[in-house]
């Protein structure tokens, strides 16, 4: 019996980390219409993040880095007899060049985790929803962020922020003028209280990001006072000079 071929989808975040790229099918005709997730096989002798990219770029004209690997897979094509279909496996992105336009799609929309069931998705597509409505479920209210140089420190704080019921994105750090090729740190952004997420950052040798919050224009300076008859300065006699 041969093995389920793998396919490889993206929920690509948008630079805030908050929504997530779906893209509309046009074929075929039993799937024209309804939202997936972009992606597609894996090749042979092809990892699963090197066809992602590959995908990515043919679907919509973009370069993506892979960020997560989501749990669980679904099965995509099952049918009786001997055809064994196969499984679709789900992993979170993020663009790093170019602007995600459809190629082989119709149509592509930004999604907020409250307008995922806003769209009709195929099925393989909905055992991640769930998880897709965490990973875009961080608050809108005041977050913190840390910093780690590596990737497995910021999995191992991100594990135990979400252990104690704390939410964590995982994202990659890139600041402009940047080799790709140099290493990156990554930061783990989270609505826990600033001292828990100061633990973690000390215990991984990593710092936290807390922006310097910007003046209140809307308080005015005190007023100088200005004397009534200032005093005059007499210049001293500079003689010959």
């Known amino acids: 019996m041969n093995s389920p071929k793998t396919v490889v989808a993206a929920a690509i975040l948008s630079a805030d980390g908050k929504q997530v790229l779906a893209a509309r099918r046009t074929s075929p005709p039993e799937a024209a219409g309804r939202w997936e997730l972009p992606g597609g096989k894996v090749e042979d002798g092809e990892t699963p993040e090197a066809a992602l990219v590959r995908e990515i770029g ?10 997560d690997w989501m749990e669980g897979e679904s099965a995509i094509g099952v049918s ?6 196969a499984r679709l496996i ?34 393989p597509d909905r055992p991640f929803l769930d998880a897709l409505r965490h990973v875009l479920g961080v608050p809108d ?9 590596e990737e497995e420190d910021a999995r191992a704080a991100a594990a135990t922020l979400e252990h104690e019921g704390w ?39 990593g710092w936290l990001d807390i922006p310097e919050d910007p003046p209140d224009d809307s308080i005015a300076p005190e007023p100088v006072d200005l004397p009534d008859n200032p005093k005059r300065i007499k210049r001293p006699d500079l003689g010959d000079f």
Not at 94 to 123: F, K, N, T
């Open 90 to 123: 789900a992993a979170t992105a993020r663009v790093v060049a170019g602007e995600p336009r459809p190629r082989e799609h119709d149509q592509i929309l930004w999604l907020a985790a409250e307008d995922l069931d806003s769209v009709d998705w195929l099925e």
């Open 80 to 85: 009786t007899g001997s055809t064994t279909g």
């Open 58 to 67: 043919e679907e919509l004209g973009c370069l993506i880095e892979v960020l």
């Open 167 to 205: 939410t964590a994105r995982i994202s990659r750090e890139r600041y402009q003028g940047e080799d790709d090729d140099e290493d990156h740190p990554w930061s783990v952004e989270t609505d826990a209280p600033e001292l828990v997420l100061e633990l973690l950052v000390d215990e991984h040798d």
């Open 141 to 149: 209210g005041p977050t913190l962020r840390g910093i780690f140089f």
